[in-house]
């Protein structure tokens, strides 16, 4: 009998076969300040970017119970600008977040009231040192979800911007201890303690 995935069991099956080959094929080590097996309650994962490889890796990274609650926080003008690339974001469990303007944080508290997790670029742009946009202080102290400090060391080297595929190299993906960021505090300050903590990460 031919087996048919459903819409709904499609992530699943994609995720269960991309992402263990892509741990082997690029030696994945995962280094964490907090035990993810454990980790309660919606999170913001807030990570550096250096290529398209992230999303792919830090999910690679975490265990199952929590990579099946994270939403990625997708450029909807990159990745909704084509049937194609939205189907990719579907599969790997994006949703839209606009670079400019509130609706981006506000799809991101509702989706952590629901109990989700979100896994953002705070920078908005592929560069891994790049300066954090003060949106991730306003979703945390919106949100009153704790931030784990996230960092993935080598993706702008094994995949490039502008590169058209990616070459084989080493990954690494850290998770630092995580952050709570009080309602009171200056989005400006909130921000600079997150990026902080990330860019301290990702120091080899």
């Given at each position: 009998?031919?087996f048919t995935?459903?819409?709904?069991q ?5 995720q269960?076969?991309?992402l ?13 300040q907090l035990?993810l ?33 994270v ?16 189907a ?19 799809r ?5 009231r ?5 896994l ?7 560069a891994?040192?790049?300066?954090f ?6 979703l945390a102290a ?7 400090p996230?960092?993935?060391l080598?993706?702008n080297?094994v ?6 595929l ?5 990954l ?14 200056a989005a400006?300050?909130a921000?600079s ?5 990330v ?5 080899d």
């Open positions: 009998m031919l995935a459903t819409r709904s499609l992530p699943d099956l994609v269960g076969v991309v263990p080959l892509l741990r082997f094929r690029y030696s994945l080590t995962v280094r964490s035990d097996e454990q980790l309660a309650g919606p999170c913001i994962f807030a990570a550096n970017h250096g290529s398209h490889l992230d999303s792919l890796m830090i999910l690679a990274a975490l265990p199952r119970a929590q990579r099946d609650r939403r990625i926080a997708a450029a909807a003008d990159y990745w909704y600008c084509s049937a194609l690339r939205r990719a974001a579907a599969l790997f469990n994006g949703f839209p977040f606009p670079r400019s303007g509130a609706a981006g944080i506000k991101s508290i509702a989706l952590l629901e109990g989700r997790s979100i953002i670029y705070p920078a908005g742009t592929r891994p040192r790049a300066r946009r003060r949106g991730i202080g306003l919106a949100s009153r979800c704790p931030v784990i996230t960092a993935i080598g993706s080297l995949w490039p911007k502008g590169q058209l990616p070459h084989s190299g080493r690494t993906v850290r998770f630092g201890a995580p952050i709570a960021i009080e309602r009171s505090l400006g300050e921000t303690r997150i990026e902080a903590a860019l301290a990460l990702a120091v």
